[in-house]
């Protein structure tokens, strides 16, 4: 599996790459995760920062910042190829 998390640096985006690297090891995921911060590879994905991109797939843009359940759950539906209609933790 391979995860980047996008943002430029900020305050956010760190804490979206902490939580993500939290969720894969307590998934124990064999996952190679990736902080992505050049403005112009973030936007050939998304328009608001933070993202998570798993598999070449975004799975969350922008704000709120997902929590650490919320995360989980999106590697979860990633590894089983499940997603909710947008792709997000809300299932929407």
């Not at 995860?3 to 064999?30: F, W």
């Not at 709120?64 to 947008?86: F, R």
Request: aromatic content about 2%.
């Amino acid at each position: 599996m391979k995860i980047k998390v996008l943002g430029p640096g900020c305050r956010n985006c760190q804490i979206m790459h902490e939580t993500t690297l939290q969720a894969v090891k307590e998934l124990g995921l064999d996952a190679e995760v990736e902080y992505i911060n050049d403005m112009v590879e973030i936007s050939n994905y998304i328009l608001a920062t933070p993202g998570l991109v798993v598999n070449e797939k975004v799975v969350h843009e922008g704000k709120p910042l997902p929590t650490l359940s919320e995360v989980k759950i999106l590697l979860k539906q990633s590894t089983q190829g499940k997603s909710g209609g947008c792709g997000c933790c809300c299932g929407g």
